[in-house]
């Protein structure tokens, strides 16, 4: 099947679109990129974004405005990457869209009650003539799950390795992290969760002390010119989060602007300057994820796969890999895989997976009592072909 992934992360910073070729079953799946575009938001529309997650100044109007009006520049990126490609519209079977995240409610106790994706699939449907799989979280939280992260899944199906332990970590706004055992290795289970903040905090003061004018701190650059201030970090490492057990997952509603802008007060109280606290909060993020590592990794971490904005920061990873050591640190190119569209590649291969009726999550990851097929099918143009094409007798289909 061709199957269109669509992502946009906490980070909100643009639309990643790319078309897979999927094929197979658990086991033996076999996918192949074949274009992949990503578009960054307009100002305003980030702005848009960023106000409707945050709880003092969203209203529910801008919500369902944005609803709307997000899926048309989801629309948009689909249709504009199988121009790129020299594809018709006819040629795709599926789009696996996430949507944006608004709103991931977590209780006091770590439970999530619910969680907000927009992104209208009746829209994308409707513009692009492509059967739609949309709203993956809430399937899982109906059993209990954290409803994410939803990565971990992929990660299971696609990179094990043949004799050692993996950990697969994303930094894009949130940072969150898959420990796999090898494949020679059928007795321990694999875990998931959230470890914390990725960029979210550190995005948003940079574009606190510019103005506005930068949306993060290119190739760690602000970072390599400030030193971490260690008392402050210690400070900063007491957030309840990091002490809580796993399965466990956040967002902008924890450690989102408001948090960061309070973060920046504290800090500029304490006559941190601009640089420092950028070098701070980046080395929160290093710092988060290897505390995670060595509170919750069951066995010794011998290759870790970073994916997600955070690999292009230098300053970040070169922490990780002092921090990691001896694990290996390593980018999803090092092992054959683009990581600039790995979370598509995610809900592309979730809604192949929904599609022929087979679980998109597993226990072990989101903590629900069960797995469940996921995902809410919105028919386009294509569905009746494409239940003729993948429902048919193999004979019929042959034939």
């Known amino acids: 099947m061709l199957i269109i992934g669509l992502m946009s992360g906490t980070s909100a910073d643009g639309v990643d679109s790319a078309l897979f070729e999927i094929e197979g079953a658990p086991g033996n799946l076999k996918t192949r990129l074949i274009h992949g575009r990503t578009c960054a938001y307009e100002p305003a529309m980030r702005q848009a974004i960023l106000q409707c997650c945050d709880a003092e100044r969203s209203r529910v109007d801008k919500i369902a405005e944005l609803n709307v009006s997000l899926a048309e520049v989801f629309a948009e990126g689909a249709l504009g990457l199988l121009a790129e490609a020299s594809l018709s519209r006819e040629d795709v079977d599926l789009i696996g869209s996430h949507g944006q995240t608004i709103w991931h409610n977590v209780r006091p106790d770590g439970q999530v009650s619910a969680s907000l994706q927009i992104v209208e699939a009746a829209v994308l449907a409707e513009r692009t003539g492509i059967t739609t799989i949309s709203n993956f979280r809430a399937r899982d939280i109906a059993l209990g799950g954290q409803g994410a992260p939803l990565t971990s899944y992929v990660d299971w199906l696609l990179l094990r390795h043949p004799r050692y332990w993996r950990a697969i970590q994303n930094i894009g ?12 290795n059928e007795r321990d289970r694999p875990i998931a969760f959230d470890t914390g903040p990725g960029n979210a905090l550190l995005d ?5 002390f510019s103005d506005g ?6 190739a760690g650059e602000i970072a390599q010119r400030g030193r971490m201030n260690e008392e402050w970090l210690e400070v900063l490492l007491q957030h309840p989060y990091y002490q809580r057990g796993y399965p466990k997952t956040t967002g902008r509603e924890t450690f989102g602007t408001a948090a960061a802008l309070d973060l920046v007060a504290q800090a500029t109280a304490r006559g941190l300057s601009e640089t420092e606290i950028v070098a701070t909060l980046t080395a929160l993020t290093a710092t988060n994820i290897a505390e995670a590592y060595r509170r919750f990794a069951p066995s010794p971490v011998q290759e870790v796969i970073i ?13 990780l890999r002092d921090l990691l050591a001896p694990a290996r640190v390593l980018t999803h190119e090092d092992i054959g895989m683009n990581s600039d569209f790995k979370e598509a590649l995610v809900f592309a291969l979730l809604a192949y997976e929904s599609w022929h009726g087979r679980p998109g999550a597993m226990p072990a990851f989101t903590g629900a009592s069960g797995a469940a097929v996921l995902g809410q099918i919105t028919p386009g143009a294509n569905f009746s072909e494409l239940l003729r094409k993948t429902r048919a007798p193999a004979s019929e289909r042959l034939g």
């Open 173 to 184: 706004g949130m940072g969150n992290v898959t420990f796999l055992p090898p494949l020679n």
């Open 204 to 208: 948003a003061a940079v574009g606190h």
């Open 213 to 218: 004018k930068l949306t993060y701190d290119r």
């Open 307 to 319: 994916g997600g904005g955070g690999r292009h920061n230098p300053v970040m990873v070169a922490m």
